[in-house]
T-cell receptor
């Protein structure tokens, strides 16, 4: 079945550091790819999506580019802030069902 | 737009009791999804409905879990004979289109003592 792999379980950075969270997927079809962010006590929030190879999704300074050849959708941000501390989920949707990765907890120190 | 509303926010049950969780999707959204979230398993898909019809319940534990969507404004997840391992945050999400951007509620934290 379809799956999403996030290799980093936790990432610890200082403010203004560059962020990369890796996401690789496995799907039989041509899925849409998503990033969601979850803050404590809340449900995951949609961050952005991409549906085609080489398409870039972005929101709030975060971005990721759909790479069909590498089956990747890595999340990046040039300069993180303490308020970015949260759990980030990569997800895919190939049919109707949405499959999530295991999440990456980002902790940003001032 | 009030977003997806889940009630109650917290529910405590004794082992063997029944728990019913409620979800009100965003008005106009055609699909409703249920997920379970734990530290160990992360976000687990349970089931989903499209236009009130059950489409995929492959993630539902078969014996004690059931979900319904009697009308377009609410869905319920019922857990019979709750067990401590059912303790989790249960998340409901709705989606407007087949592109499946999900909008989540805040979740119901179920604690089974």
């Amino acid at each position: 079945g379809d799956s999403v792999t996030q290799t980093e379980g936790q990432v610890a950075l200082s403010e203004e550091d560059f962020l990369t969270i890796h996401c690789n997927y496995s799907a039989s079809g041509y899925p849409a790819l998503f990033w969601y962010v979850q803050y404590p006590g809340e449900g995951p929030q949609f961050l952005f999506r991409a549906s085609r190879d080489k398409e870039k999704g972005s929101s709030r300074g975060f971005e990721a580019t759909y790479n069909k050849e590498a089956t990747s959708f890595h999340l990046q941000k040039a300069s993180v802030q303490e308020s970015d501390s949260a759990v980030y989920y990569c997800a895919l949707s190939d049919t109707d069902k949405v499959v999530f990765g295991t999440g990456t907890r980002l902790q940003v120190s001032p | 737009n009030a977003g997806v509303i889940q009630t109650p926010r917290h529910k405590v049950t004794g082992k063997g009791q029944e728990a019913t969780l409620w979800c009100e999707p965003i008005s106009g959204h055609s699909a409703v999804f249920w997920y379970r979230q734990t530290i160990v398993q992360g976000l687990e898909f349970l089931t989903y409905f499209r236009n009130q019809a059950p489409i995929d319940d492959s993630g539902m534990p078969k014996e004690r879990f059931s979900a319904q969507m009697p009308n377009q404004s609410h869905s319920t997840l019922k857990i019979q004979s709750t067990q401590p391992q059912d303790s989790a945050v249960y998340l409901c999400a709705s989606s407007r289109d087949r592109g499946n951007t999900l909008y989540f509620g805040a979740g119901t934290r179920l604690s089974v003592l």
